[in-house]
């Protein structure tokens, strides 16, 4: 059974930081890209990051270059996702997802590979 689990959200004060960790079980994440995508109460799930299957090449949104970094850990088959300076409006549900290719930061509505999600809260 194919599985990805977010893990490593939480309650951070503004300026913190965070590791978001997306785990696959039954899938080689070497063969994928991974992306992380966020969402916001009330508002559409929007892309974060990816990563391409090579880890060669990254994509970000603007609203987090700069601050957040995505990588790969082939032993663990995990890929991260490290947010430093984090504001208020990085709180949401992030996920992560897989599929062939990045098509840039755009949602992975065709991917099959979703986690369930982890929150993450940026407040004082």
């Known amino acids: 059974q194919v599985q990805l689990v977010e893990s490593g959200g939480g309650l951070v004060q503004p300026g913190g930081s965070l590791r978001l960790s997306c785990a696959a079980s039954?899938?080689?994440?070497?063969?994928?890209?991974i992306g992380w995508f966020r969402q916001a109460p009330g508002k559409e799930r929007e892309g974060v990051s990816c990563?391409?299957?090579?880890?060669?090449?990254?994509y970000y949104a603007d609203s987090v270059k700069g601050r957040f970094t995505t990588s790969r850990d082939t032993a663990k088959n995990t890929v991260y996702l490290q947010m430093n300076g984090l504001k208020p409006e990085d709180t949401g549900v992030y996920y992560c997802?897989?599929?062939?290719?990045?098509?840039?930061?755009?949602?992975?509505?065709?991917?099959?590979?979703w986690g369930q999600g982890t929150q993450v809260t940026v407040s004082s």
């Open positions: 997802a897989a599929d062939n290719v990045c098509f840039g930061i755009a949602v992975m509505v065709g991917s099959d590979y």
């Open positions: 990563i391409s299957s090579s880890g060669g090449t990254t």
């Open positions: 039954g899938l080689n994440l070497d063969h994928y890209a």
